[in-house]
């Protein structure tokens, strides 16, 4: 998904699913999956001012995909 304003893009929602694992009993499953949210820096300063939550910025989030296990 992506917003543009007069000034050009402004958001950018990306998401992606990879490292398909694969079986011959089951259909193929995305072992890791993610999204990202990239925003304009002058966009950004205007949200922190404007929301009244907390803003939460993350650099990497992993989960463990369909069947895995924590070691």
């Given at each position: 998904?992506?917003?543009?304003?007069?000034?050009?893009?402004?958001?950018?929602?990306?998401?992606?699913?990879?490292?398909?694992?694969?079986?011959?009993?089951?259909?193929?499953?995305?072992?890791?999956?993610?999204?990202?949210?990239?925003?304009?820096?002058d966009?950004?300063?205007?949200?922190?001012?404007?929301?009244?939550?907390?803003?939460?910025?993350?650099?990497?989030?992993?989960?463990l995909?369909?069947?895995?296990?924590?070691?």
């Open positions: 998904m992506t917003l543009e304003d007069d000034r050009g893009l402004a958001f950018r929602l990306i998401c992606w699913r990879t490292e398909y694992a694969r079986s011959s009993y089951h259909l193929a499953w995305p072992r890791m999956t993610g999204c990202a949210v990239v925003i304009r820096p966009l950004q300063e205007v949200l922190v001012e404007r929301v009244p939550a907390t803003v939460v910025i993350r650099d990497f989030v992993m989960r995909g369909h069947g895995a296990e924590v070691k």
